[in-house]
């Protein structure tokens, strides 16, 4: 480990400790206590993070790969998951690619045949590819030939020309481009390549004469077929995904929200089976929307909606990522809970008293964002102070024994970070209302 990062975990070590053993602690109260250990642990956890990066940086200089226990879960999403974001692409292009090939088999065109076909289907795979960590290993692209040939041969060459009719041949054209497009988008990468070769093969056996001779006018008509096919690549999609950027981030922000009521939920029952699992694929869920969700902002500003400035879109931006990193904070807390905590009779019953109100905040967000005329209403927080003080008066005395239980330092902990969720939704609300929904929904037409 470098010295300078060396240094740097010292001093975020000594302000942790400092947080928790500083002259004002003894005085501050239980709320105030709380939300220090909940900063303290944040502290160690991205200490830890740290470390982790920079074990990683070490191993990758070395030329070798860290221990698998070392490395961090990562479990993939889940099978309906993948499927629901895979269907509108799917779709899209699985009809471009068909009423492509029935627009040039009527009126040959494009010109030079289904070149530009294979065009739409390039540009949609490059576009996945550039999602892709990795390069694909070559035997996956082998494997793409092998099946397509084996696989849409037969097609071609026995079922078609039992065909009788144009009706007929496209009904049997449309589900095998349907199929190739939906597992190019569905399968994780860079497995979702392989059909990205079964895919040009399945167009490619449709053009099997061969050129006789290339001249001025061919070049010509090879490049309004290329031309033809990037528009198709790029009109399909937006078919489905042509939103405004303001429409985008709405839309977004729903999805954000609607992940931690579910995951917020997901909480209320820690020991039931593969919960440890259940909450890292939250978390993962969570992290990559709101990476979209940022990449995005930056796009909504509209000189159409002035109210809406550069000023208030960041700040929406910085209350979404402040809530999101919060709770994701309170998620990995929850997992240390343990049982033996809770018969011990320590623990809180924050996580309890909170649940309704909390997924009421969150459904209030987004009928917030549903009709712009409603309030970012926080009334369910609000409803249950008198309750949450309680409760800070209650775990405050923990920290008060001799000597201080490690399982009340914990519970002053998970405590802090209930505390800061709520502070995040609130600040979130205020975002939200500042901005001006209605100009931005106007401004699309």
């Known amino acids: 480990m470098s010295d300078a990062a060396q240094i740097a975990l010292a001093e975020v070590e000594q302000r942790r400790q400092r947080l928790l053993t500083g002259r004002s602690l003894a005085q501050q109260s239980g709320g105030d206590s709380a939300l220090a250990h909940a900063l303290a642990a944040q502290l160690q956890a991205l200490a830890s993070n740290v470390q982790q990066l920079v074990e990683a940086s070490i191993a990758i200089s070395a030329g070798h790969s860290l221990p698998r226990a070392k490395l961090p879960p990562e479990p993939s999403p889940r099978w309906r998951h993948r499927l629901a974001l895979a269907l509108p692409n799917a779709l899209a292009m699985g009809l ?38 990795i390069l ?79 001249d001025a006018v061919g070049y010509i008509d090879a490049a309004l077929s290329a031309a033809t096919g990037f528009l198709i690549g790029v009109a399909a999609p937006a078919l489905v995904r042509g939103a405004t950027p303001q429409e985008q981030a709405r839309r977004a922000i729903k999805r954000l929200l609607a992940l931690l009521s579910d995951a917020q939920q997901g909480l209320a029952d820690l020991d039931r089976p593969g919960i ?52 994701r904070g309170l998620q990995r807390a929850r997992v240390r809970w343990g049982v033996a905590l809770r018969r011990q009779g320590l623990g809180t019953r924050l996580g309890r008293q909170l649940l309704k109100p909390l997924v009421s905040t969150y459904a209030a967000f987004m009928h917030k964002l549903d009709d ?49 969720v709520i502070h995040a939704l609130r600040d979130l609300a205020a975002a939200l209302d500042a901005i001006d929904w209605s100009a931005w929904r106007r401004a699309r037409f």
């Open 136 to 214: 694909q290993p070559p035997k996956l692209t082998l494997l793409g030939f092998v099946i397509g040939i084996i696989g849409t041969a037969p097609i071609y060459l026995l079922l078609m020309p039992q065909l009788d009719g144009f009706a007929e041949l496209a009904l049997a054209l449309f589900p095998i481009y349907f199929a190739i497009a939906y597992f190019l988008h569905a399968l994780p990468p860079p497995h979702q390549l392989t059909f990205l070769r079964i895919g040009v093969l399945a167009i490619m056996l449709l053009n099997l004469e061969p050129h006789q001779v290339y």
């Open 372 to 420: 712009p005329r409603a309030p970012a209403s926080v009334a369910a927080l609000d409803a249950v102070v008198s309750d949450v003080r309680t409760e800070l008066t209650r775990i405050d005395a923990y920290r008060h024994d001799e000597p201080v239980n490690a399982d009340a330092v914990y519970t002053l902990t998970i405590a802090g970070h209930y505390l800061a």
């Open 96 to 133: 471009a690619f068909w009423v492509s090939v029935l627009t040039w088999m009527l009126l040959q065109w494009p010109p030079e045949g289904l070149l530009a076909v294979v065009m739409a289907l390039v540009l949609i795979g490059g576009h996945t590819l550039q999602k892709t960590p």
């Open 276 to 327: 440890a699992t259940a909450l890292t694929r939250h978390e993962q869920q969570l992290r990559v929307e709101q990476q979209a969700f940022s990449e995005l902002l930056p796009a909504c500003y509209s000189a159409q909606a002035p109210h809406n400035d550069h000023d208030r879109i960041r700040a929406l931006g910085d209350a979404m990522q402040g809530l999101v990193t919060r709770f």
